[in-house]
Nanobody, 126 residues
Framework: QVQLVESGGGLVQAGGSLRLSCAAS????????MGWFRQTPGKEREFLVA????????YYTDSVKGRFTISRDNAKNTVYLQMNSLKPEDTAVYYC???????????????????WGQGTQVTVSS
């Protein structure tokens, strides 16, 4: 089992930055591929970025490529999402998710991640 807790959300002006953290409990975090998703009311959860268990591989969707950066520190059981050049359309609840897999599978969808945090609100004002 892996329990995840996100933090770092808040209100920021367009063009600003935020750093989200996702702290994990359990000894299996270092075996987890981790992903970040976001969701707005009435819409499906949107995949943003994934990182392999080692941190050596990452995959970004076009909507955040070049603006967001995922990283992880397995010694601290934490994955991060650095968000720069934020836009009002980035406003959403952001979730981290984990899946224990041996290979890096960037195409995993939300339904393939069994572990989820509770989400953290990010609001970008124009």
């Amino acid at each position: 089992q892996v329990q995840l807790v996100e933090s770092g959300g808040g209100l920021v002006q367009a063009g600003g930055s935020l750093r989200l953290s996702c702290a994990a409990s359990g000894r299996t975090f270092s075996r987890c591929q981790m992903g970040w998703f976001r969701q707005t009311p009435g819409k499906e959860r949107e995949f943003l970025v994934a990182i392999s268990w080692s941190g050596a591989s990452t995959y970004y969707t076009d909507s955040v490529k070049g603006r967001f950066t995922i990283s992880r520190d397995n010694a601290k059981n934490t994955v991060y999402l650095q968000m720069n050049s934020l836009k009002p359309e980035d406003t959403a609840v952001y979730y981290c998710a984990g899946a224990i897999i041996n290979a890096f599978l960037p195409s995993l969808g939300a339904r393939d991640y069994p572990y989820w945090g509770q989400g953290t609100q990010v609001t970008v004002s124009s």
